[in-house]
């Protein structure tokens, strides 16, 4: 027999011969208003209840599945609602086919994908609760856009939890775990394992942009072998189109063919993140204009290609604002750690290099080059290394160079420390560059190759 308890004070014995702890709990509205309140062991129990009547109804659920699994949660009767069970926060009787509804209580706080029954650490799939939590965090959002921070937060619980397709984020989301060390998404399907890509399409059939969406504290693990081999999982992140607000924080990527995929991403933010057991890169950026990667550590297969991948979007008169990694490494890639294409307004400061190249096939660990032909005016851009340590390390090949750079107006040189006879230059340009300061750089002994037409200009040196 369940045990009925009455509000606001109440305690809490036995549910469904389920010993339960006992406690006094002052029930909010409006658990308040109602004369009773029902303890109930799980969602299938919630299902099999339908009030009659109009007046408070309300439930104590111990779990989704089983008590204590963290998708229980307090209850109360919507006698008029008609909503759509969504298998979390709104939840219809089995037996009723016209209104009335049991609505979760939420008081603000996040949602959580356990409300959905997501289960953590079993062999249970759990694709579809978290995709269902989100699509609820979608749905409550009233309008997301270039003038709204409006942001639904979802929280993953500690735990491993097994998504066996493409997890798909509209808008406006903030998707978080406990820690990176502790939650972890693993893909155990094919294709992507997250895509951040708005489906609402505009005039010419392109999805519109994505606004604020977040994804932080958390490890998404594709499902290749311990050093990513034989993955099968596409792109561990594929964020397509994000204009403001988007943000990746303190995730670990691992096993995937490529880490992370940002496509026609004008502005975003990568930070303290690392990527690393790839077949193909780490990260790979296009078309962007502006952004920011701090703090992060991107490592790819001996077999890969580069760590990072960057391209600058000049069409259509655009320019890049500006560009800054910082405090990042970029280590034993079989091209380049870090390479940026059709190169803009570029500050590259305090990063590590080591190990690149290894393939030998003449990239630098820091490459910076324009193959796109396209239409910009390169006599305004400039590129900035501040500080950061290059060394070839045992694997980087004969053939490599700390930094090659073209097509750029200046390029800035500020306390770099170039180490190892592996580099066969410190820094190579080509004849478009027109400028080359260099200012309290180690370089080691290792040379340089610039051409005379370049004005070179040098303080504090070797």
């Known amino acids: 027999m369940k045990a009925l308890f009455h509000a606001p004070l109440v305690t809490l014995l036995i549910v469904a011969g389920h010993a339960s702890p006992s406690a006094q709990t002052r029930l909010p509205d409006p658990f308040a208003s109602a004369r009773t309140v029902l303890v109930v062991h799980d969602v ?41 069970d969504d298998g979390g926060i709104t939840l219809q009787p089995t037996a009723s086919v016209g209104a009335g509804r049991w609505k979760r209580l939420q008081d603000g706080r996040s949602v959580s994908v356990a409300w959905f029954g997501a289960t953590p650490d079993d062999a249970s799939d759990d694709h579809a609760a978290i995709q269902a939590a989100i ?28 998504v066996s397709a493409t997890l ?36 010419d059939g392109v999805p519109d942009p994505v606004f604020h969406v977040r994804v932080r504290r958390l490890s998404l693990q594709g499902n290749g072998g311990p050093q990513g081999e034989n993955a099968q999982t596409r792109f561990g992140i594929f964020l397509f189109h994000g204009i403001r607000g988007c943000a990746l924080e303190d995730v670990v990527v691992t096993r995937c063919q490529t880490g992370i995929f940002l496509r026609r991403c004008n502005t975003a933010r990568i930070v303290g993140c690392t990527v690393m057991f790839c077949t193909q890169n780490a990260l790979k950026w296009e078309n962007a204009t502006a952004g ?13 290609n580069h760590c990072a991948f960057v391209t600058f979007d000049h069409t259509n008169g655009e320019e890049t604002v500006g560009f800054l990694v910082e405090s990042s490494s970029f280590q034993g890639s079989a091209l380049a750690g870090l390479y940026c294409r059709d190169v803009g307004n570029l500050t590259v400061t305090s990063c590590f290099f080591e190990n690149n190249n290894r393939n030998d096939a003449g990239y630098a660990a820091l ?44 390029v800035n040189l500020i306390g770099v420390d170039v180490r190892g006879l592996g580099f066969q230059y410190a820094i190579e340009t080509g004849p478009s560059v027109k400028n080359v300061n260099l200012i309290g750089c180690k370089f080691h002994g290792r040379p340089r190759s610039i051409p005379p037409t370049t004005a070179v200009a040098e303080m504090g040196s070797d």
Do not use: M
Request: hydrophobic content about 30%.
């Open 44 to 84: 299938d129990e919630v299902r099999g209840l339908a009030p009659a009547g109009s007046k408070p109804r309300c439930l104590r659920v111990l779990g989704y599945h089983a008590p204590g699994d963290g998708g229980g949660g307090d209850f109360y009767w919507d006698a008029a609602s008609t909503e759509d």
């Open 135 to 162: 699509d609820h965090c979608q749905e409550k959002l009233e309008g997301v856009g270039p003038d709204f921070r409006v942001v639904s937060s979802l929280f993953v619980p500690r735990g491993a939890y097994l």
């Open 168 to 203: 798909r984020i509209k808008d406006g989301v903030d998707l978080f775990g406990e820690d990176a060390s502790t939650t972890a998404l693993v893909h155990t399907g094919t294709g992507d394992l997250l895509l951040v890509e708005n489906d609402d399409l505009d005039e």
């Open 292 to 304: 920011t990667i701090s703090g992060c550590r991107f490592d790819v297969n001996p077999g890969g």
């Open 367 to 410: 490459h910076l080059e324009e193959v796109g032909g396209q239409p910009y005016d390169n006599g305004e851009h400039v590129v900035n290394v501040v500080g950061g340590f290059f060394t070839p390390g045992s694997g980087g090949g004969n053939s490599s160079r700390a930094i090659y750079a073209e097509n750029v107006e200046r």
